[in-house]
Nanobody, 121 residues
Framework: VQLQASGGGWVQAGGSLRLSCAASGRTFSIMGWFRQAPGKEREFVAAISWGGSNIYYADSVKNRFTISRDNAKNTVTLQMNSLKPEDTAVYFC?????????????????WGQGTQVTVSS
């Protein structure tokens, strides 16, 4: 399994960024995003099921971030709007969860390399 994330960068508060992650090797029922800020633990951001009928968001990003997926391309995307300085972190895509609800790092078996998102005030 290989996961290649892209789309990170620098943006001012209130701006938007779009992250994408391409998976290779096989398809996955659950695809998700996590983030890790300096000195903090990796935290859940969002996850989506195969058909998109089950979507989960961390409370901190609800109504600002949108997760979606393209199964034909085996990609997952995170649209981030109204970004805040506290959203600054390295963002990781993750796959390989075999449960029904997948919202912790321990739930996922494979990780991308991470992409930096920096939001300035």
């Amino acid at each position: 399994v290989q996961l290649q994330a892209s789309g990170g960068g620098w943006v001012q508060a209130g701006g938007s960024l779009r992250l994408s992650c391409a998976a290779s090797g096989r398809t996955f029922s659950i695809m998700g995003w996590f983030r890790q800020a300096p000195g903090k633990e990796r935290e859940f951001v969002a996850a989506i099921s195969w058909g998109g009928s089950n979507i989960y968001y961390a409370d901190s990003v609800k109504n600002r971030f949108t997760i979606s997926r393209d199964n034909a391309k085996n990609t997952v995307t995170l649209q981030m709007n109204s970004l805040k300085p506290e959203d600054t972190a390295v963002y990781f895509c993750a796959v390989g969860c075999h449960g029904i609800v997948c919202t912790t790092p321990a739930d996922f078996g494979s990780w991308g390399q991470g992409t930096q998102v920096t939001v300035s005030s």
